[in-house]
Nanobody, 122 residues
Framework: QVLLVESGGGLVQAGGSLRLSCAASGRTFSSYTMGWFRQAPGKEREFVAALRWIITYYADSVKGRFTISRDNAKNTVYLQMNSLKPEDTAVYYC?????????????????WGQGTQVTVSS
């Protein structure tokens, strides 16, 4: 069992930055593929970024602006978000996958956090 707790969301102006954190329980954290997804009101949950071993993956909409990273010593994964846009407004979820072969698919992930709200004002 892995418990994920996100933090770092908030309100920011367009062009600003936020860093989301996701603290994970469990002794095998380093072996999991970690992902970030987001869900805006009235929309489906969508893939944002994933980190499988040392390889990173990003949605086209965030490539070049967002960076996913992890600190295995702290059992924490991060999402650095720069040059934020109003369309980035959503609830952001951290997720962990034992496999991660389909890292862009929500169904691939076994554990989910409760989500953190990110609001970008224009």
């Amino acid at each position: 069992q892995v418990l994920l707790v996100e933090s770092g969301g908030g309100l920011v102006q367009a062009g600003g930055s936020l860093r989301l954190s996701c603290a994970a329980s469990g002794r095998t954290f380093s072996s999991y593929t970690m992902g970030w997804f987001r869900q805006a009101p009235g929309k489906e949950r969508e893939f944002v970024a994933a980190l499988r071993w040392i390889i990173t993956y990003y949605a086209d909409s965030v490539k070049g602006r967002f960076t996913i990273s992890r600190d295995n010593a702290k059992n924490t994964v991060y999402l650095q978000m720069n040059s934020l846009k109003p369309e980035d407004t959503a609830v952001y979820y951290c997720a962990a996958s034992r496999s991660g072969s389909s890292w862009y698919e929500a169904y691939e992930y076994d554990y989910w956090g409760q989500g953190t709200q990110v609001t970008v004002s224009s």
